[in-house]
C-alpha cells in the first residue's frame, strides 16, 4: 500500500468520503424531518466544504494521470520520480490549492446581500444557484468563478489530456501486443473515472446552460456529487 497508485487512491477514497458527507447528511435529515431549512452560517459552510473535496478530486485525478504517464512512458525510472517525498509534496499542493479556492469563493459569497427566507432550488447550498438568488451586485462574483472553473477546471483537465497524449504515443511505440495491453490496461480504471466525472459535470452546466432549469441541474448534480464518488471504489 506504499506504491504512489495506492496512496494516491487512499487521499482520493478520503475525499470521496468527504464530499458526500457534506451533502448526504444533510439531504437525509430534509427527508427524515420534511424540513428543507438551513441557516445561513450552515449553507456558507456547505459551501466552503463542497468546493473543497470537489476541487480536491480534480485535482487527485491529474495527479494520478501523471502517475499513470510516468509508469507507461518512464517505467524503469518510475520509482525514482515517484518516490513517496514527490506524491506528498503533490497531495499537499492539491490540498493548498482547493483551501485557498475554496476560500476565497466563500468570501466572495459573504460579501453578497440577500432577501429573507431565500429559497434554493436545489438539493444542497450550490455556489451558482445561491449567487443567482443575492439581491446585491453579482457581476465580480460571477468573474471570480468564471474564472476559477477556467484555471482550476480547465488547467487539470489539460494537464489529463497531455499525459494522455503521451501515453497514446508509448502505447504505438511497444511492439507486442500483449505489452499494449498491459499499458492500457494500467490506466484503464483512472480514464474511467476521469470520464465519469467530467462528463457529468459538463452535463450538469451544459444542461443548466440550455434549459435555464433548476430542477433538471440538480438532477444531474447527483451523478456527480453522489453517483460518481459512490462508483470510484467499484470500478478501482
Known sequence: LHQPMYYLLSNLSLVDICLTSTTVP???????????????????????FYILFAGLDIFLLTVMAYDRFVAICHPLHY???????????????????????????????????????????????ELNQMIKLACSDTFLNNMVTYFSALLLGGGPFAGILYSY???????????SAQGKYKALSACASHLSVV???????????????????????AT?????????????PVIY
Open 79 to 125: 520509482t525514482v520520480i515517484m518516490n513517496p517525498r514527490l506524491c506528498e509534496l503533490l497531495v499537499l499542493i492539491c490540498w493548498i490549492m482547493s483551501i485557498l479556492n475554496s476560500l476565497l469563493q466563500c468570501l466572495m459569497a459573504l460579501r453578497l446581500s440577500f432577501c429573507m427566507d431565500v429559497e434554493i432550488p436545489h438539493f444542497f447550498c
Open 195 to 217: 470520464f465519469l466525472f467530467y462528463c457529468t459535470i459538463l452535463g450538469v452546466y451544459l444542461s443548466s446552460a440550455a434549459t435555464h432549469n433548476a430542477r433538471s441541474s
Open 220 to 232: 444531474a448534480s447527483v451523478m456527480y456529487s453522489l453517483v460518481t464518488p459512490m462508483l470510484n
Open 165 to 175: 497524449s503521451k501515453i497514446v504515443s508509448c502505447i504505438y511505440g511497444i511492439s
Open 26 to 48: 444533510k439531504m437525509l435529515v430534509n427527508i427524515q424531518t420534511q424540513s428543507k431549512a438551513i441557516t445561513y452560517a450552515g449553507c456558507i459552510t456547505q459551501i466552503y
